[in-house]
Nanobody, 124 residues
Framework: QVQLVESGGGSVQAGGSLRLSCAASGTTGRKSVMAWFRQAPGKEREGIAT???????FYIDSVKGRFTISRDKTKNILYLHMSSLKPEDTAMYYCAADFTWWLLLHRSGDFAYWGQGTQVTVSS
């Protein structure tokens, strides 16, 4: 059974940095595509960064150049390095995984497995 557990969220001032982590279990020995999503109050969940089984990456325009997705395959941990944070980055951040590893997915409906989320709050 796949389980995803996020950590690393918190409160930070605008311009600051955070690193989110997502520890995955149940994926050992299997390639996967993994992503970070976020959902702000009153808004839809949006995929912001994806890394597939080829280590190709996808970012939405609003985070390009500020966020970096990466993963440690030996430890089964997905990361999201966030810098130059803005108040509009405030949201609950979720990691997601799926075993269609050859696809660079970024829609929430494409992912079968989800974590519980970690809150990121950016103050101005």
């Amino acid at each position: 059974q796949v389980q995803l557990v996020e950590s690393g969220g918190g409160s930070v001032q605008a311009g600051g940095s955070l690193r989110l982590s997502c520890a995955a279990s149940g994926t050992t020995g299997r390639k996967s595509v993994m992503a970070w999503f976020r959902q702000a109050p009153g808004k839809e969940r949006e995929g912001i960064a994806t890394i597939d089984g080829y280590d190709r990456t996808f970012y939405i325009d609003s985070v390009k150049g500020r966020f970096t997705i990466s993963r440690d395959k030996t430890k089964n941990i997905l990361y999201l390095h966030m810098s130059s944070l803005k108040p509009e980055d405030t949201a609950m951040y979720y990691c997601a995984a799926d075993f269609t590893w050859w696809l660079l997915l970024h829609r929430s409906g494409d992912f079968a497995y989800w974590g519980q989320g970690t809150q990121v709050t950016v103050s101005s």
